[in-house]
Nanobody
Framework: QVQLVESGGGLVDRGGSLRLSCKAS????????ITWFRQAPGKGREAVSS????????DYADSVKSRFTISRESAEQAVYLQMNNLRPEDTGVYYC???????????????????WGQGTQVTVSS
């Protein structure tokens, strides 16, 4: 049984930082591209950042460029999202999702991802 687990969420003040982690059981994350999505209260889910297998390809939503950094650690079979200079509009539930390959033009499309975690809550106070 495949399970993705996100962790690292919490409550921070505007301008603060958090580091989210995505790990899996049942699969080796090193063989999947990973994308972070988020869902704000009352809104649809949006893609935040994506990293390809081996970390060769990386993409960010315009709203988080220069503030968020995605990375992966093969030895730990984990993917991280370092979030700096957080804003209240970054508040939401953050999910990681896996895909069998990287989609450079369509990485934001949810239907391309096969496994999803349960999410971790990020709250940024103003």
């Amino acid at each position: 049984q495949v399970q993705l687990v996100e962790s690292g969420g919490g409550l921070v003040d505007r301008g603060g930082s958090l580091r989210l982690s995505c790990k899996a059981s049942g699969i080796d994350l090193n063989y999947y591209s990973i994308t972070w999505f988020r869902q704000a209260p009352g809104k649809g889910r949006e893609a935040v950042s994506s990293i390809g297998i081996n970390g060769r390809f990386i993409d960010y939503a315009d709203s988080v460029k220069s503030r968020f950094t995605i990375s992966r650690e093969s030895a730990e079979q984990a993917v991280y999202l370092q979030m700096n200079n957080l804003r209240p509009e970054d508040t939401g539930v953050y999910y990681c999702a896996t895909a069998d390959r990287y989609f450079p033009a369509t990485w934001t499309r949810e239907d391309q991802y096969n496994y999803w975690g349960q999410g971790t809550q990020v709250t940024v106070s103003s």
